[in-house]
T-cell receptor, first 119, second 112 residues
């Protein structure tokens, strides 16, 4: 298994450009999420998905779009890049622990990250 | 508003020392608390704690949760330079589909 893969590893954008950060996992995990990590800020949740066709906003969703057309892929789109989006982006996935109503997910497996700079 | 607070934010120790990292939290619908280790790459999972007073242990690392006082500690004994990393605490909530609230992390540097 490749686990969670992210591309590209590094990216430099100019303000106003758009781009898509790719994330894929081959573990058949239902849950996938995107975080950004800024110095001294820990990880902050951008968007997440509990399964194909289902997405929801996290703590810092503005300026980002996601879609989940397959179980394996969860791309993150920057619509019009801004310097405030300069960050390291991590994709993560995990399995469901029970499937019962109200159950949740844990042991997220993280991708290697994408370091994005917006000039 | 949910809060996850880690202390100290940074720490420098000598090899062989024992360190204790702290994580306090205030969240609604608490489900579990997780610890991750992050070196110069993606976070890697260490422990998940759901019940008070039950110590989780892995080698020189151990962790325990106090759900009454709303905190957890991560202990590292006989530290080695390879323990140098950022240690992240995260809290998982029930009924949120999924949401992990991370603290800002503790940066640990172990010197020879």
């Amino acid at each position: 298994n490749a686990g969670v893969t992210q591309t590209p590893k590094f990216q430099v954008l100019k303000t106003g450009q758009s781009m898509t950060l790719q994330c894929a996992q081959d573990m058949n995990h239902e849950y996938m999420s995107w975080y950004r990590q800024d110095p001294g800020m820990g990880l902050r949740l951008i968007h997440y998905s509990v399964g194909a066709g289902i997405t929801d906003q996290g703590e810092v969703p503005n300026g980002y779009n996601v879609s989940r057309s397959t179980t394996e892929d969860f791309p993150l789109r920057l619509l019009s890049a801004a310097p405030s989006q300069t960050s390291v982006y991590f994709c993560a996935s995990s399995y469901s622990r029970g499937g019962l109503a109200g159950s949740s997910y844990n042991e997220q497996f993280f991708g290697p990250g994408t370091r994005l700079t917006v000039l | 508003e949910d809060k996850v607070v880690q202390s100290p934010l940074s720490l420098v120790v000598h090899e062989g020392d024992t360190v204790t990292l702290n994580c306090s939290y205030e969240v609604t619908n608490f489900r579990s608390l997780l610890w991750y280790k992050q070196e110069k790459k993606a976070p890697t999972f260490l422990f998940m704690l759901t019940s008070s007073g039950i110590e989780k242990k892995s080698g020189r690392l151990s962790s325990i949760l106090d759900k009454k006082e709303l905190f957890s500690i991560l202990n590292i004994t006989a530290t080695q330079t390879g323990d140098s990393a950022i240690y992240l605490c995260a809290v998982e909530k029930w009924y949120s589909g999924y949401a992990l609230n991370f603290g800002k992390g503790t940066s640990l540097l172990v010197t020879p």
